[in-house]
């Protein structure tokens, strides 16, 4: 099998197919991470994704920490000074290793061949590779997995060369004194919380009435209430620039369909797109949607040796996704197995602060698709927070089938949902009902055993209507 991509979904599937037995190449235009392709061996989350960004989040929530000292008695506690070069060259040192430890543990020491390449189809058994070195070469394989990941999406306004995305901001060699985060998603949510919480005087901008589209409204609306309450970052919905300025001291100038704000830097988090330009797609005549790859549940394209996992199959883009697709599709065609991949009850985390963490289906879901559901909240403020009187609030809810008793949906906005809600996951995956969160023991003192004390529910739903008790 010949592997085009070394990110999550094609690291795993190349790993598990070599297991089994499979002859298996691995292309990957970089080796290392960095500019000008970013998404290195690794694949986004390694390089420019989920892992650089959560140092990111763990440095970001410090003077949180410290501002919350003085409450349980510490005096004289300050933040200090963020040294933003200094956590890039750590930051640098830490990806250069995983690096590393991907290529010659994960997949040269399973037997799977590594070339730095950049590969394209050439008919639906072979594909051109131009290498590093710029020589090129064919490969001929009976199965081929496409697994090249996304691209961050910018809209093309006037000033748009002067903007970064979520690629660059890993690579900026000053931290920007005042920042525009442009976009809804969980992606522009987590910069402006981040960038704030290391001193950056962030504004974000959204075209919509309120951020983070699919999540349910009430831990959207939540987030909002906390992050109006408790950061500094200024939040403008239904705000859409329509041309960005580069002024002669370097300095940007966001012009919107309601001002001007001025800035240092504009991240755009605006959407991601598949990879798919360069594939030459159309030799083999797999089918797109967009710059997506549509496939069946096995991740097949319409062309029946040829497949693709992960965010180019525009499925549930999220690192742990493509590595149950990646695993399950080697699984299935060299172990022998049948194993379809399985997108329900995936469970997520926005790294905002507060975290949210969610599994299951949104209310406005539930409703729509069961009819008559069960809905219990509860708002409160951590003993973390309570004691040192910060005004910061957590949020549970849980959504009930009222026909089966299942926990259909769970979602959590408080510190560690991200930790909290994996547990979770494993009991509404196994199809838990109330009952059996009822029964379960509550762990004291933690925010956490609020999920088997909610007895009392807050409202029905009742042919899909809402009924208020």
Same mark, same amino acid.
């Given at each position: 099998?010949? =592997?085009? !991509?070394?990110?999550?979904?094609? =690291? ?29 061996? !690794? ?112 809209? &093309? ?15 900026l060699e000053e931290q920007p004194k005042r920042m525009v985060v442009v976009g809804g998603g969980f992606i522009a949510c987590e910069?402006?919380?981040?960038? &704030? ?15 983070? $589209? ?19 970052? &200024? ?26 704000? &001025? ?8 959407? $991601? ?21 549509? =496939? ?18 525009? $499925? ?148 899909? =209507?809402?009924?208020?008790?």
């Amino acid at each position: 099998m010949v =592997v085009i !991509g070394g990110g999550s979904g094609g =690291v795993r599937a190349s790993r598990i197919a070599s297991g089994h037995g499979a002859k298996v190449v691995l292309l990957e235009g970089q080796l290392k991470h960095g500019a000008p392709n970013y998404s290195a061996i !690794g694949g986004t989350c390694v390089n420019v994704g989920c892992v650089p960004k959560k140092l990111m989040v763990f440095a970001g929530r410090y003077p949180g920490e410290i501002a919350e000292a003085a409450g349980y008695g510490w005096e004289g506690a300050t933040e200090g000074t963020f040294n933003w070069k200094k956590f890039i060259e750590y930051k640098d040192t830490e990806i250069t290793r995983l690096n590393n430890v991907y290529k010659d543990f994960v997949l040269e020491k399973a037997g799977v061949e590594v070339i730095e390449g950049f590969g394209k189809l050439n008919g639906k058994n072979a594909v051109d590779v131009t290498l590093s070195s710029g020589e090129t070469k064919t490969l001929t394989a009976k199965n081929i997995l496409i697994a090249v990941g996304g691209w961050p999406y910018k809209p &093309d306004i006037p000033g748009i060369e002067h903007t970064i995305t979520s690629n660059e901001i890993f690579y900026l060699e000053e931290q920007p004194k005042r920042m525009v985060v442009v976009g809804g998603g969980f992606i522009a949510c987590e910069f402006a919380s981040i960038m &704030d919480g290391l001193g950056t005087d962030v504004t974000l901008m959204y075209r919509g009435d309120i951020f983070l $589209r699919g999540f349910d409204m009430d831990m959207r609306e939540h987030l909002k209430e906390e992050m109006e309450r408790n950061t500094d970052i &200024d939040i403008q919905f239904n705000t859409n620039p329509t041309e960005i300025i580069k002024n002669a001291d370097g300095s940007l100038t966001v012009v919107t369909n309601d001002g001007k704000v &001025d800035c240092d830097a504009v991240l755009y988090a605006t959407g $991601r797109g598949g990879k798919v330009d360069e594939l030459n797609l159309e030799s083999a005549n797999v089918e797109t949607k967009g710059s997506f790859i549509p =496939v069946d549940e096995y991740s097949k394209t319409n062309v029946d040796n040829i497949y693709a996992v992960g965010d180019v199959t525009d $499925r549930i883009a999220l690192t742990p996704v493509a590595l149950m697709e990646g695993h399950s599709l080697a699984d299935t065609l060299f172990g022998g197995m049948d194993r379809k991949s399985d997108h329900k009850f995936v469970a997520s985390t926005v790294f905002t602060n507060p975290e949210i963490g969610t599994v299951g289906y949104t209310e406005e879901e539930a409703a729509e698709k069961f009819k008559d559901i069960t809905v219990y909240k509860s708002k409160f403020r951590a003993m973390k927070h309570s004691f040192p009187k910060s005004e910061t609030y957590s949020l549970f809810k849980i959504i009930v089938d009222t026909k089966t008793d299942k926990v259909i949906g769970v979602h959590v906005a408080t510190d560690g949902a991200g930790e909290m809600i994996q547990g979770v996951g494993i009991a509404v995956k196994m199809g838990a009902t109330k009952k059996d969160f009822d029964a379960t023991i509550g762990i004291h003192p933690t925010s956490a055993e609020e999920l088997v004390t909610m007895r009392s529910p807050s409202y029905h739903y009742k042919d899909g =209507v809402k009924l208020e008790d």
